[in-house]
């Protein structure tokens, strides 16, 4: 039977828990433990899907094809391991799953009650990663304690405490410890309002993690164990990090976090073995140089609506042990096409993934911009279909050449609806999701990186390269790098006499990790420094 770690929230939102969970799953996995990892998020929506990146960020996309919260992201960028549909619940999907089941009639005519039912079925969602080689399970609550829509998450996780014994049971509770300038002093009253309303509901911290801006002194941490109810050697202080978010684990471990768990779920305690990750974050921390990479997003404002691109960019400088500047640029300002010294200071381009038409005149500039004066680029999900427009467009000779998506009545519709997608109605969920295999075509740029022939790649879209234009495209000089097994599904496009053009229809960002980074990431940045390289001589 495994055990479990339920990590809540507290005071403010945005305090870093999918942070914290996936630090402290490195740390058992370090320990030589199994792992697995969940995130239970209290909104009604089924799923992340459908929201707007300015409300929710990135939507994450696993292997089997879920739409889930970005926190999953972090949770394989810190842990190795692959999560799945089973790693990411709402609110609307355990309701939903609950009224089928009433429709069934499932229930016998019983009256249906968010206890015990609701809760019960969350419970077994938490219970369902449950395996025979599984040591613990990790859940992360969304929100914050004394949100309404998350008390029936706390019930469950309350009584999963009681049905399971608290020797098999630890609940880490993540709050904030304000540092008031004008006073000149930190304030630990909202952490104790925020236990105060666990103890209310009948959960009780056995660690109190505090985010901090500042320093807490003993002083302060004897305060909140005394009103917290938490022993004072678990306060754990998680004061900003200096560098990346990858130092957390070590912070964690430096102050015994990890210790404290293992002796809480009485789990053998082998030596915890970092040396690795150490090294990465030495590498990332003292690189031997920086290169700069801009990336040309809808999005540009939001660090989170891309936050697995500039992770992986990151990895990718991390392989090269350089830093990467990235220059986010609005793809709006580059519609007019009057400011190109801004796309030439970079020394690679990338445009990401998105839909609607917004900036998208703007991010075909940029990709003629990198077509025509050499500059390293990668182009992904959408980014590959604004590529194939303007190869479409500049190269070809076919001037109205657009996405069906933007303009229906297009003479030239270069990227179509994919056919099984033509009879789609609801949008949710019924996108071509989640891991596929991609062919990868012999002596291309995408070969010589990934250095196989079949390589799985994650996919979230509805349009593709239109077949009918397979021939001119190609025989215009288009290299189709990467298809599907029978070549109708063009998954990754190259430019020919190019130092590095390639785009993809995957997203190959959603499988890259510090410690394995993702070969056309490598590859890409790898390009960048040769650019940089080049025109600075």
């Not at 998020?41 to 089997?64: A, I, K, R, W």
């Not at 790693?87 to 229930?107: C, H, M, P, Q």
């Not at 050499?374 to 190269?395: K, S």
């Amino acid at each position: 039977m495994a055990k479990y770690i339920f990590i809540t929230g507290g005071v403010v939102s945005s305090l870093g828990k999918g942070l914290t969970a996936a630090s402290i799953g490195r740390l058992l996995i370090s320990r030589g433990l199994s792992i697995r990892m969940q995130k239970l998020d209290p909104y009604l929506n089924v799923d992340p899907g459908t929201m707007s990146p300015f409300q929710h960020g990135e939507v994450f996309v696993t292997d089997d094809g879920a739409e889930t919260d970005l926190d999953l992201g972090h949770y394989e960028r810190f842990t190795g391991c692959e999560t799945t549909r089973k790693s990411n619940f709402t609110a609307g999907r355990i309701y939903w799953e609950v009224l089928k089941k009433e429709r069934r009639g499932d229930y016998l005519g019983g009256t249906v009650q968010m206890i015990p039912h609701i809760t019960d079925e969350i419970k077994a969602c938490v219970r369902a990663l449950d395996e025979d080689d599984v040591d613990v399970i990790l859940c992360e609550i969304g929100g914050t304690v004394g949100d309404i829509e998350g008390l029936t998450f706390l019930e469950a996780i309350r009584q999963i405490g009681l049905e399971d014994g608290r020797e098999n049971v630890m609940y880490i509770h993540l709050t904030y410890v304000p540092y008031i300038k004008a006073a000149g002093e930190v304030k630990t009253k909202p952490s104790q309002q925020s236990v105060a309303k666990l103890r209310e509901i009948g959960i009780l911290p056995d660690a109190l993690i505090c985010r901090t801006e500042v320093e807490l002194h003993e002083d302060v941490r004897r305060k909140l164990s005394l009103f917290c109810n938490v022993p004072q050697h678990a306060v754990i202080v998680e004061k900003d990090v200096t560098h990346t978010i990858y130092e957390l684990p070590v912070v964690l471990s430096e102050q015994g976090l990890d210790d404290l768990i293992m002796v809480h779920l009485r789990l053998a305690r082998p030596p915890a073995r970092l040396d690795a990750w150490r090294e990465m974050l030495d590498r990332l921390i003292q690189p031997d140089a920086r290169v700069r990479i801009g990336v040309v997003g809808k999005y540009s404002e939001l660090q989170d609506a891309y936050k697995s691109i500039f992770e992986a960019i990151s990895h990718g400088g991390l392989a090269h042990a350089h830093a990467v500047d990235v220059v986010k640029i609005p793809a709006e300002e580059l519609e007019d096409g009057t400011d190109p010294d801004r796309l030439l200071s970079v020394d690679g381009l990338l445009v990401p993934g998105g839909f609607g038409g917004r900036g998208v005149e703007g991010k075909i500039e940029a990709i003629r911009m990198a077509r025509e004066q050499q500059i390293p680029f990668l182009g992904i999900c959408l980014g590959m279909q604004c590529a194939v427009i303007e190869f479409a467009r500049n190269v070809c000779g076919l001037a109205d050449a657009q996405s069906t998506e933007l303009d229906k009545n297009t003479p030239h519709p270069v990227i179509c609806l994919m056919e099984e997608q033509e009879q789609v109605q609801n949008l949710g969920g019924s996108m071509r999701l989640g891991a596929e295999p991609a062919h990868i075509k012999p002596d291309t740029r995408a070969a010589t990186a990934y250095g196989k022939r079949v390589v799985s790649e994650r996919h979230r879209h509805r349009y593709e390269l239109n077949p009918a234009y397979h021939k001119p495209l190609q025989d215009a000089g288009l290299i189709f790098s990467a298809t599907n097994k029978d070549g109708t599904l063009v998954e990754a496009v190259e430019v020919e006499d190019h130092p590095w053009f390639v785009a993809t229809q995957f997203h190959p960002e959603f499988k890259s990790q510090p410690l394995a980074p993702h070969p056309l990431f490598k590859a890409f940045i790898g390009a960048a420094i040769k650019h940089a390289k080049i025109t600075s001589s």
